[in-house]
C-alpha cells in the first residue's frame, strides 16, 4: 500500500508540473529520444479508488515497468484506442474529453487535450488511416433521444462530421428496455453496430436469445435496419468493444460469448457473418465456439489480420443461481486463455506458454498487434502482472517485462 500510495504521489506531482497548461493545451513529457515507443494505459487501484496513468517505455519485454517518477495522470475512468501514430486516453462515467498522445521529436509524449465531446463516448474506432469513428449512447433513452456519431480527424485531432439517429428506430420498445452499445465496424458504405437490450428498471437481460446488429448509412449517418437473428445470442458485452470484426475484404463477423454481462445465457456461444456491404446474416455461416476442439467462451478480442482474431477464451462452465451466488456465473470474466481463432477454417488455437487468467471486466481488450506478433497483459494467480508477447505464427507466448500496476487497460505503439 505504501509503494502503491508514493507512486501515485509522484506520479501527481509530475503531471501537476507538466501540464501546467499552455493556450495551446498541449505539453510534453520529456523522455530518451526515440522514433517509436510503446505507449500504456495503467492502472493503480486502493481501496477507496482507481487512478488511471499513461506511459511511455521503450521496450516491453524486459525488466520492471513502473510509475516511479514517471507517467501522465489521467482524470477519472479511461479506455484506451489507437489510430495511426496517436495513443487515445478516452474518458468515461462522465468525463467527456479524449486526451491524444503522439510521439515528440525528442522521444517524448506530445499530449493534447484539445478534444472534448458533448457526450461521454461508448465506443471509438479507427475507421481507415486518416479518420477515427465515434459513437456516445445516452443514459437517456426515450423516443426523443438520439445515439450520436462522430468522425475525428486523426492528423488535426478534430471533429469533422456528426450524425444522430433517434432510438425508437433501434429500439422500439422505449418504454421498457435500453440499448448497451457492443461494437461498431464500417464495411463499404455501410456502419455495423452490434448491441443487446437491458430492462430499463432492474438492469436484466431479456432477450439473451437473440442477436441484434444495427446497420447505418455512412457517412450520412441514418438507419438503413436492424436484423436480428436466433442461433446465437447478443454479440458482444457492455463496454469491451468485442462484438464485431471486419476482414480486409470487408466481411463482417459478430462474436457472441452468451457469458460476461449478462443476467442469464440461454445459447452457446458463437460467431455470425454478415457478407461484406450486405444487410442480412450470411444463413450458411454459423460457428459454435464451444463445441469445436480448443473451444469455449470469446470475450475479449482484437482482429489480428488474415481472417484471424486474437483473442481470450474462457472456458468457465456456466452455473445457474442456487439462491445464494445473485445471478449465477454469467458474468464471469475469468478462466481465460490466450488463443488464435480462424473465422474462415473455424478453429481455434491455444496460445502456448501463457497461463490461465482472470479478465479486466467490462473494458476493450488490453492487446496490440505489431507486425507478426501480439502485446498482452496477464495478471497470475498471485496478482503479478507481466506483458506477454505472442507469435501469430506458431501462437507461442513470449513472457516480457513485469508491470507494476493494478492492471494494463491498453497498449499501443506509435512512432513519428
Not at 16 to 43: I, Q, R, W, Y
Not at 311 to 328: I, M, Q, R, W, Y
Not at 367 to 377: C, I, M, R
Amino acid at each position: 500500500m505504501k509503494t502503491i500510495l508514493k507512486t501515485m504521489l509522484v506520479a501527481s506531482v509530475i503531471v501537476f508540473a507538466s501540464c501546467s497548461s499552455d493556450d495551446d493545451n498541449t505539453t510534453t513529457e520529456t523522455t530518451t529520444p526515440t522514433t517509436s515507443k510503446f505507449v500504456l494505459g495503467l492502472g493503480v487501484t486502493t481501496s477507496t479508488e482507481t487512478t488511471n496513468f499513461v506511459l511511455g517505455v521503450d521496450d516491453l519485454m524486459t525488466g520492471t515497468i513502473d510509475l516511479q517518477n514517471q507517467g501522465i495522470l489521467q482524470d477519472g475512468y479511461r479506455d484506451y484506442a489507437t489510430g495511426g501514430n496517436t495513443f487515445y486516453s478516452i474518458g468515461g462515467l462522465g468525463v467527456t474529453d479524449v486526451n491524444t498522445y503522439t510521439l515528440a521529436t525528442d522521444g517524448g509524449l506530445n499530449v493534447n487535450n484539445s478534444l472534448t465531446f458533448p457526450l461521454q463516448l461508448d465506443g471509438f474506432e479507427q475507421i481507415n488511416t486518416t479518420t477515427m469513428l465515434g459513437i456516445s449512447v445516452p443514459q437517456d433513452q426515450t423516443a426523443n433521444a438520439a445515439i450520436q456519431f462522430y468522425t475525428i480527424d486523426i492528423e488535426t485531432n478534430a471533429i469533422v462530421n456528426t450524425g444522430q439517429v433517434p432510438f425508437e428506430g433501434v429500439n422500439p420498445d422505449t418504454a421498457n428496455n435500453r440499448i448497451f452499445h457492443t461494437g461498431m465496424q464500417i464495411s463499404g458504405n455501410k456502419l455495423y453496430q452490434t448491441f443487446y437490450l437491458v430492462n430499463k428498471d432492474d438492469f436484466n437481460t431479456p432477450n439473451t436469445d437473440t442477436q441484434y446488429v444495427a446497420i447505418y448509412n455512412y457517412p450520412e449517418f441514418t438507419l438503413d435496419r436492424v436484423i436480428s437473428d436466433n442461433r446465437f445470442g447478443p454479440a458482444g458485452a457492455f463496454n469491451t468493444q468485442s462484438g464485431v470484426y471486419t476482414t480486409e475484404n470487408g466481411d463482417i463477423f459478430t462474436v457472441s460469448n452468451s457469458n460476461f454481462g449478462f443476467t442469464q445465457a440461454t445459447k452457446e456461444a458463437g460467431i455470425l457473418k454478415i457478407p461484406a456491404g450486405g444487410t442480412q446474416f450470411d444463413p450458411n455461416y454459423t460457428f459454435n465456439t464451444e463445441n469445436v476442439t480448443n473451444g469455449g467462451k470469446i470475450i475479449h478480442a482484437i482482429y489480428a489480420g488474415d481472417g484471424k482474431l486474437f483473442a481470450a477464451v474462457s472456458t468457465k462452465v456456466l452455473e445457474g443461481p442456487d439462491g445464494s451466488n445473485g445471478f449465477g456465473n454469467v458474468y464471469s470474466d475469468t478462466n481465460l486463455k490466450l488463443a488464435i481463432v480462424d473465422l474462415n477454417l473455424k478453429t481455434i488455437t491455444n496460445v502456448s506458454s501463457a497461463p490461465e487468467f482472470t479478465g479486466n471486466g467490462g473494458r476493450s481488450f488490453a492487446a496490440f498487434k505489431d507486425g507478426n506478433s501480439v502485446y498482452t497483459a496477464i495478471t497470475d494467480a498471485n496478482g503479478t502482472t507481466n506483458i506477454y508477447r505472442t507469435d501469430l505464427n506458431n501462437a507461442t507466448a513470449t513472457k516480457g517485462a513485469q508491470v507494476d500496476a493494478s492492471f494494463v487497460g491498453g497498449i499501443s505503439k506509435i512512432a513519428q
